[in-house]
């Protein structure tokens, strides 16, 4: 043989060890990359979404705050009663007796509130919390049932 071809049949095979080396390699190693790209961008993707349904959830909440502020404390459980209970008529509620004889003028500033949604079906009144809201509306009725410290070194309930 001669120099020439010894050197060409060294770069053949060379290059062809290296291009199966690196492929063998590749084989192993793609994977698990992939895999690695993959948790990243999905864990990017739900802590954007989290973000968004936090800020959203908490314009919500600030809207209870201001609506609620407008009751007193003994007006506020026609609207923990509400959200207990679902959909339910002014009458049932006057029936109960627990809410005094504000309780039809409490259930219209709710509703211009829009904390609370009115409809009749057969010459009732039925009112419900608006839907939109009631998460919020939830969150906030059991945060105002057990405040929270501000306090750093407290966490009491």
Do not use: C
Not at 22 to 46: C, K, Q
Not at 85 to 104: D, H, M, P
């Amino acid at each position: 043989m001669n120099g020439w071809q010894e050197v060409a049949e060294f770069v053949i095979f060379g290059f062809i060890f290296s291009w199966m080396g690196t492929f063998l390699i590749n084989l192993v190693r793609a994977p698990a990359l992939l895999h690695r790209e993959r948790d990243l961008i999905i864990s990017g993707l739900r802590n954007s979404v989290q973000a968004e349904v936090s800020v959203q959830e908490e314009r919500k909440r600030q809207i209870v705050r201001d609506g609620l502020a407008k009751f007193n404390d003994a007006e506020k459980p026609v609207f923990q009663f509400i959200h207990d209970n679902g959909e339910i008529s002014a009458k049932t509620l006057a029936q109960t007796q627990k809410f005094g004889v504000n309780l039809y003028r409490v259930l219209e500033r709710g509703e211009r509130s829009n904390l609370l949604k009115k409809r009749v079906q057969e010459g009732q009144l039925l009112y419900s919390v608006n839907l939109e809201l009631k998460s919020a509306l939830g969150f906030v009725l059991n945060e105002n049932a057990h405040p929270v410290s501000k306090s750093p070194l407290t966490y009491s309930r």
